[in-house]
């Protein structure tokens, strides 16, 4: 059985930080593309960082220069260091473990609140 999970969400200040951390079981992890996607109140979800198989990471406007997204194989996880945070992050932040229509995997989110 395939398991994505999600971790180190959280309540933090405008500028603080926060790592998230998305683990998988069931699958080799370092074959699939990993995706961090973000839902907020009354919004679409919107893809904010993305890290090919091979290590290419991509990120959307919104978070450049103050995400970064990396993979550590041998322990079959993804991270997402966000930094400099800002209200407008508040969001559920889900990784989303993707090799094709077949294998698209998703976790159960975990909470950001960026708030003072």
């Known amino acids: 059985q395939v398991q994505v999970v999600e971790s180190g969400g959280g309540l933090v200040q405008p500028g603080g930080s926060l790592r998230l951390s998305c683990a998988a079981s069931?699958?080799?992890?370092?074959?699939?593309?990993t995706n961090w996607y973000r839902q907020a109140p009354g919004k679409q979800r919107e893809l904010v960082a993305a890290i090919t198989n091979v290590g290419s990471a991509y990120y959307s406007n919104s978070v450049k220069d103050r995400f970064t997204i990396s993979r550590d194989n041998p322990k079959n996880a993804v991270y997402l260091q966000m930094n400099s945070l800002k209200p407008e992050d508040t969001a559920v932040y889900y990784c989303?473990?993707?090799?094709?229509?077949?294998?698209?995997?998703w976790g159960q989110g975990t909470q950001v609140t960026v708030s003072s």
């Open positions: 989303n473990a993707h090799m094709n229509s077949e294998n698209d995997f």
């Open positions: 069931g699958i080799d992890f370092r074959l699939y593309h």
